[in-house]
T-cell receptor
Framework: AQSVTQPDIHITVSEGASLELRCNYSYGATPYLFWYVQSPGQGLQLLLKYFSGDTLVQGIKGFEAEFKRSQSSFNLRKPSVHWSDAAEYFCAVAPNNAGNMLTFGGGTRLMVKP | DTEVTQTPKHLVMGMTNKKSLKCEQHMGHRAMYWYKQKAKKPPELMFVYSYEKLSINESVPSRFSPECPNSSLLNLHLHALQPEDSALYLC???????????FGSGTQLSVL
């Protein structure tokens, strides 16, 4: 069975600082990998996804993520955080033959200090 | 139109009530999903409809009854819920087969 771990429940960064959110997965083959963002009381918005090819993927809102097969990781990064980035971030995996069947990690809550 | 619309946004119901949650999309997507999200937890898949047919039921109790009357509409009928069913219920849709899910903003349900 596939699983996703986000080791950091909460992260606080200063506005303008860089950000890295960690995600580790467990799956027999290379899964499809996703990062979603959720503002309070809202639905989820897809930031980026990895299926194959270039291991560094660019997403919306200035986010990027790097797939590292050797570490089973798919960490999310942003060079300069804005106050509007404060939200809950979910990493998700799906089998590569059923890419819509998402399993979510526990989430990381990002807080941004002025 | 790239939206998934859910109504109502908030719902409070008693354990003997019957209510329904509604989800609508006009993107031509033929897969629709219900997720349940408890506070401070990730979403958990409940049901998947593909081409208006129920394709996945993740062992959800029968007090939750999904319905897909047409390709644009998805309902979740609620009956005899328990307080532990209080959660944010999220609807999503996608093309078939497509991996990008579009989520609605959810219905915040409180069961008293």
């Amino acid at each position: 069975a596939q699983s996703v771990t986000q080791p950091d429940i909460h992260i606080t960064v200063s506005e303008g600082a860089s950000l890295e959110l960690r995600c580790n997965y467990s799956y027999g083959a290379t899964p499809y990998l996703f990062w979603y963002v959720q503002s309070p009381g809202q639905g989820l918005q897809l930031l980026l996804k990895y299926f194959s090819g270039d291991t560094l993927v660019q997403g919306i809102k200035g986010f990027e993520a790097e797939f590292k097969r050797s570490q089973s990781s798919f960490n999310l990064r942003k060079p300069s955080v804005h106050w509007s980035d404060a939200a809950e971030y979910f990493c998700a995996v799906a089998p590569n033959n059923a890419g819509n069947m998402l399993t979510f990690g526990g989430g990381t809550r990002l807080m941004v200090k002025p | 139109d790239t939206e998934v619309t859910q109504t109502p946004k908030h719902l409070v119901m008693g354990m003997t009530n019957k209510k329904s949650l509604k989800c609508e999309q006009h993107m031509g997507h033929r897969a629709m999903y219900w997720y349940k999200q408890k506070a401070k937890k990730p979403p958990e898949l409940m049901f998947v409809y593909s081409y208006e047919k129920l394709s996945i039921n993740e062992s959800v109790p029968s007090r939750f009854s999904p319905e897909c009357p047409n390709s644009s509409l998805l309902n979740l009928h609620l009956h005899a819920l328990q307080p532990e069913d209080s959660a944010l219920y999220l609807c999503a849709s996608s093309q078939v087969p497509q991996e990008k899910l579009f989520f609605g903003s959810g219905t915040q349900l409180s069961v008293l």
